[in-house]
T-cell receptor, first 113, second 113 residues
Framework: EAEVAQSPRYKITEKSQAVAFWCDPI?????LYWYRQILGQGPELLVQ????????DSQLPKDRFSAERLKGVDSTLKIQPAELGDSAMYLC???????????FGPGTRLLVL | QQQVKQSPQSLIVQKGGISIINCAYE??????FPWYQQFPGKGPALLIA?????SEKKEGRFTISFNKSAKQFSLHIMDSQPGDSATYFC????????????FGTGTRLTIIP
């Protein structure tokens, strides 16, 4: 069964450092989502891509976060500089075009010290 | 603004019993209501979903009950098993142009022998 791949699975960094997360969606899925999940809460959408275009980045803190999906396949989420409050699970999900079901990857757990 | 309220925060049920988790929403533009199951260290996985044109949907031991007038929906797990122990999230999605998933805060379910 096809799965969403994410790496790394865990990342520990110091505040003010740069971090990057990678996501490879299920093959053929045009829509890709990045979510942030704070411990004990539900996921919150950071950015949504349709192919290589950003559809929704209204909740992305653009002063420090950036996301790209250059060829409309895999995607990278970057944080620079990281802050203590960025400690969370970063989840990537993908879906087929015009289909609601989102498939989530295993996530990257970030700890900022 | 929290648009999907979920309760209870945690739930303990005996094996074989019925687990019930409730959600309420505010935005009447929502037209798709999924439930996700998340095990520790894993990403959420779609369990079952419903649209507001039906009042109930059943898949195996899992049933969604939907009350459009009250803007509430609930997940019922019949014959609860220890393997059902996980965190459950309700979510809601709007129609075209407002397609992001808004998640509830989650319910940690523990099934005891």
């Amino acid at each position: 069964e096809a799965e969403v791949a994410q790496s790394p699975r865990y990342k520990i960094t110091e505040k003010s450092q740069a971090v990057a997360f990678w996501c490879d969606p299920i093959s053929g899925h045009a829509t890709l989502y990045w979510y942030r999940q704070i411990l004990g809460q539900g996921p919150e959408l950071l950015v949504q891509f349709q192919d290589e275009s950003v559809v929704d980045d209204s909740q992305l803190p653009k002063d420090r976060f950036s996301a790209e999906r250059l060829k409309g396949v895999d995607s990278t989420l970057k944080i620079q500089p990281a802050e203590l409050g960025d400690s969370a699970m970063y989840l990537c999900a993908s879906s087929q075009d015009r289909v609601e079901t989102q498939y989530f990857g295993p996530g990257t757990r970030l700890l900022v010290l | 603004q929290q648009q999907v309220k979920q309760s209870p925060q945690s739930l303990i049920v005996q094996k074989g019993g019925i687990s019930i988790i409730n959600c309420a929403y505010e935005n009447t533009a929502f037209d798709y209501f999924p439930w996700y199951q998340q095990f520790p260290g894993k990403g959420p996985a779609l369990l079952i979903a419903i649209r507001p044109d039906v009042s109930e949907k059943k898949e195996g031991r899992f049933t969604i009950s939907f009350n459009k007038s009250a803007k509430q929906f609930s997940l019922h797990i019949m014959d609860s098993q220890p393997g059902d122990s996980a965190t459950y999230f309700c979510a809601a999605k709007g129609n075209f142009g407002n397609e992001k998933l808004t998640f509830g805060t989650g319910t940690r379910l523990t099934i005891i022998p």
